[in-house]
């Protein structure tokens, strides 16, 4: 079963504008992970988040992570037309082994 | 970085027939693989946990014996997807996890099945 939700479901911007996408999730979690998929290609891991850390960086990426609102958010910042892609919030409960993932975004960056 | 190679990347078959999708780990031991089937413009679904040297561990309202997991050895798990019909028409992914510093998944490219 589904456990993250992102929102929104679908995100349309300029090239240069950024981008922030949420997700909430409902059980305790030992760590959330955000991971992009290119159309009908496999996903690639952009960041990990520990229960016990509020915020990462990465490049363009900016991760937060409210465990008391179950919920983060994904910034990327100063977008490209590359970025065009689903991105998708997964949680783990326990060590990875029980990886659940959201429903995803779809970001569209125009040129 | 940790890579997982699956193929094939795209296969077309016939309803009843059985297909077998390989997942391999290339330059790690994945004692661990999870396989997932994804919808279009859906999420992913977890469909098993294959761990190997013991049986695959199913998700509930997943088909054992329709969806046949095999991890014989620390770089190799299958898919078999017995008796097919075109509503087992999806895309299927592997993943295991990477390790590291960086922690998450690595994931196989996918395979789009077609059943026909």
């Known amino acids: 079963s589904q456990q993250g939700e992102e929102d929104p479901q679908a995100l349309s911007i300029q090239e240069g504008e950024n981008a922030t996408m949420n997700c909430s999730y409902k059980?305790?979690?030992?760590?959330l992970q955000w991971y992009r998929q290119n159309s009908g290609r496999g996903l690639v891991h952009l960041i990990l988040?520990?229960?016990?850390?509020r915020e990462k960086h990465s490049g363009r990426l900016r991760v937060t992570l409210d465990t008391s609102k179950k919920s983060s958010s994904l910034l990327i910042t100063a977008s490209r037309a590359a970025d065009t892609a689903s991105y998708f919030c997964?949680?783990?409960?326990?060590?990875?082994?029980?990886?659940?993932f959201g429903a995803g975004t779809r970001l569209t960056v125009k040129p | 970085g940790a890579v997982v190679s699956q193929h094939p990347s795209r296969v077309i078959c016939k309803s009843g027939t059985s297909v077998k999708i390989e997942c391999r780990s290339l330059?790690?031991?994945?004692?661990?693989m999870f396989w997932y089937r994804q919808f279009p413009k859906q999420s992913l679904m977890l469909m098993a946990t294959?761990?190997?040297?013991?049986?695959?561990?199913?998700e509930q309202g997943v088909e054992k014996d329709k969806f046949l997991i095999n991890h014989a050895s620390l770089t190799l798990s299958t898919l078999t997807v017995t008796s097919a019909h075109p509503e087992d028409s999806s895309f299927y992914i592997c993943?295991?996890?990477?390790?590291?510093?960086?922690?998450?998944?690595?994931f196989g490219s996918g395979t789009r099945l077609t059943v026909v």
């Open positions: 993943s295991a996890p990477a390790g590291g510093r960086m922690g998450g998944y690595t």
């Open positions: 059980t305790s979690i030992n760590n």
């Open positions: 988040i520990r229960s016990n850390e």
């Open positions: 997964a949680t783990a409960v326990y060590n990875n082994n029980d990886m659940r």
């Open positions: 330059d790690f031991q994945a004692t661990t």
């Open positions: 294959s761990n190997e040297g013991s049986k695959a561990t199913y």
